[in-house]
């Protein structure tokens, strides 16, 4: 073997960072991810809406220990690398971990045993399982998709994370008593249904719509946004624009007037309260 004594890298896009992501990455030295899913260059209609950001999709990688994170530029010119070229460039003194479903090189015609062929120190590392079935992050995506949240937080091993831009409000939760902070999706991300959701926000008990708040008529949001009520007293801690969705509680709907939605907001977040 090339590189029989070295250190081990995992490689793989690993969005989402999830139990399968998390058994390649155990006990390697350093990790090769791309910046943007391959997709998104050899056939963008099918590029999937990710887990995470990069940044968060870094930090999580780091947490399980690794020690340093190459993120490369996925271009055509590095889909169509031969297989020696690009062992010799990124893997060299490294023994490689990766997935059953890792391939590289022109066509992505090139795997595990096409760097074992060449020398290499390959080790494929079996799938985690839930429920019986495959952990993916397709699987994971299509929980999100149907608000099945503590699926996914099973799958990823921790609450999944919607990311956004925090934009000013309109004051409207204000004057109901229940006072928000408004995120607006990454559209590179996936999403939930429209709903009411139990979360966390930066560390505290909350409450969040996600919708457009069709109450509201002609002050409706244009797009989805995520409207957070924080529950508990606390300082908020750290800067990003990320809120835990816990559990699903209710889809977004029109009420009469504003006094029923007050009223239905009051008992969503008493069912919050009691479940504790």
């Known amino acids: 073997m090339r590189n029989a004594a070295c250190r081990s890298l995992a490689i793989g896009f690993f969005d989402g960072v999830h139990l399968g992501h998390q058994r390649i990455l ?41 020690e340093e994170v190459l993120a490369l530029d996925f271009t055509p010119e590095l889909a169509a690398m031969p297989a020696a070229e690009f062992a010799d460039r990124y893997l060299r003194g490294f023994a490689v971990r990766c997935g059953a479903n890792w391939s590289f090189g022109k066509g992505g015609r ?12 390959a080790e494929v590392v079996p799938y985690a399982e839930y429920s019986g079935q495959i952990v993916s992050s397709t699987r994971i995506r299509e929980a999100i998709g149907a608000g099945r949240l ?38 590179e991300l996936a999403t ?3 709903g009411v959701y139990e979360c966390r926000y930066r560390g505290l008990k ?3 719509n996600y919708g457009v708040a069709p109450t509201f008529g ?13 529950l508990e007293a606390g300082e908020p801690c750290g800067s990003e624009a990320a809120v835990e969705l816990l559990r699903f509680i209710r889809p977004e709907r029109k009420f009469a007037g504003l006094s029923a939605l007050q009223a239905q907001i009051r008992k969503d977040i008493d069912g919050i309260l009691q479940s504790v």
């Not at 002050?219 to 009520?229: G, K, L, S």
């Open 26 to 66: 155990a006990g390697v030295a350093k990790a090769i991810t791309f910046k943007t899913h391959p997709l998104a260059v050899l056939d963008p209609k099918r590029r999937p809406q990710l887990l995470m950001t990069y940044p968060e999709r870094e930090r999580a990688i780091q947490a399980c220990g690794v």
């Open 192 to 194: 939930p249904p429209a």
């Open 218 to 230: 002609e002050r409706a949001w244009a797009q989805n946004v995520c409207e957070v009520h924080v």
């Open 150 to 187: 503590t699926d996914a937080a099973k799958m990823l091993g921790r609450p999944w994370r919607l990311t956004g831009k925090v934009m000013p409000g309109k004051g409207e939760g204000r004057k109901l008593g229940f006072p928000t902070v408004n995120l607006v999706p990454d559209s």
């Open 110 to 121: 090139d795997n595990a045993a096409t760097l074992q062929a060449l020398g290499w120190q």
């Open 206 to 208: 909350a409450i969040c």
